[in-house]
């Protein structure tokens, strides 16, 4: 069974730090790209950044460069973003996304909120 779980999500204010996790299980996670997304209330869903096969980060949204990092590791099947200095406008549920060029898969996503 094909399962994406993310973690790590929360309250944080301003300034502060989340470490967001996505476990995969279920598929080859070694060869999937994964993308971390996020949506608003009201607001479409955002790509926030990927990382490929080969560990490198692609397609970083202009508004997170340099507060936000994403790494994963492969012998855990687990993928990370570190977001750093938060804002409030980041606030948003988070997806992670594993992709290959025949599949597709979506977590349930997590919950970060940024107080000011």
């Known amino acids: 069974q094909v399962q994406l779980v993310e973690s790590g999500g929360g309250l944080v204010q301003a300034g502060g730090s989340l470490n967001l996790s996505c476990a995969a299980s279920g598929f080859a996670f070694t060869w999937y790209t994964m993308t971390w997304y996020r949506q608003a209330p009201g607001r479409e869903r955002q790509l926030v950044m990927c990382?490929?096969?080969?560990?490198?980060?692609?397609n970083i949204k202009d508004s997170v460069k340099g507060r936000f990092t994403v790494s994963r590791d492969n012998a855990k099947s687990t993928a990370y973003l570190q977001m750093n200095n938060l804002k409030p406008e980041d606030t948003a549920r988070y997806y992670c996304?594993?992709?290959?060029?025949?599949?597709?898969?979506w977590g349930q996503g997590t919950q970060v909120t940024v107080s000011s």
């Open positions: 996304n594993a992709r290959s060029y025949a599949q597709d898969y």
């Open positions: 990382i490929t096969t080969h560990g490198d980060t692609t």
